[in-house]
């Protein structure tokens, strides 16, 4: 097994010599996908910023022992961008969900739109250990080190716009109306706080909401004059807001 793969773990891992104890979904990813063996070597994240390299000193039957060797505590490695998202249906959900916490944004803001097409199953416990989940997968995979937060679905775009930290600049991608280009705008900006990205659902935004967004200071961005699934203009507002951001800002 490679030293690279990375295993998610609550516990402080912060101390050299302690034992860590995998189990659940980590157990079995290290035990039986990658048949982990006593002596190899492992990487863990508690999503906040912990790391440890660990070796595998035990492994029983649902659980095993990793003994911290290294360890230490990294710099919040997001882009500085929260995505308000439309709800979409599940599938489409959460694929840009997983790919934006791969991406490392910071925060997800998934609101309900006036032409959202998906129904709400209204099984809210359910989601939010599903996209935990996701988001842990995520920074796995990417070797991160701070998880992506994903809100419960807000109500209405006032809800999600209520919910943003103040010092934030607001930016809704818009495939109509000719707005500027997202580079160009970005290129205008300066830098400072947090930079909020909107993406509206299959069918777009409703003018109510484009006024919403606007009245809260939004500027319209345009991303190309292809229109884009909302699962694709999302992650390509995601990823060039945060990077253009995170170059400009740190
Ligand atoms: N109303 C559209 C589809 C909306 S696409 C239609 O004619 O079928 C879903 C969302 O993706 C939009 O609300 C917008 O936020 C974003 N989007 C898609 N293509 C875009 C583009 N070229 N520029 C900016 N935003 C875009």
Do not use: N
């Amino acid at each position: 097994m490679s030293a690279e793969h990375c295993f998610f773990c609550q516990e402080a891992l912060d101390a050299l010599g302690k034992v860590i104890r995998l189990d659940g979904q980590e157990f079995k990813h290290l035990c039986r996908v990658l048949r982990a063996k006593v002596g190899d070597a492992v990487r863990l994240r508690d999503g906040a910023g912990g790391w440890a390299e660990g070796i595998v000193v035990e492994i029983g039957r649902d659980w095993a022992g990793i003994e911290v060797v290294e360890c230490g505590r990294a710099a919040d490695d997001r882009l500085p961008v929260t995505v308000i998202l439309c709800r979409l249906k599940r599938d489409a959900l959460e694929l840009a969900l997983h790919k934006l916490c791969e991406i490392g944004v910071s925060r997800v803001v998934p609101v309900e739109c006036r032409r959202t097409v998906a129904r709400s199953r209204g099984r809210e416990a359910r989601q939010q250990e599903r996209w935990l989940a996701l988001a842990i997968s995520a920074l796995k995979q990417s070797r991160g080190f701070y998880l992506t937060e994903i809100d419960g679905v807000h109500r209405d775009i006032a809800s999600a716009l209520s919910s943003l930290e103040q010092r934030t600049t607001g930016i809704v991608m818009q495939e109509h109306g000719a707005p500027p280009h997202l580079f160009d705008l970005l290129a205008r900006m300066e830098a400072q706080g947090r930079i909020a990205v909107a993406v509206g659902p299959e069918g777009g935004f409703h003018h109510v909401e484009l006024d919403r967004l606007h009245a809260a200071g939004f500027l319209s961005a345009s991303l190309g004059s292809r229109v884009l699934r909302a699962e694709t203009a999302v992650l390509v507002a995601g990823y060039l807001a945060g990077h253009f951001y995170y170059g400009k800002g740190r």
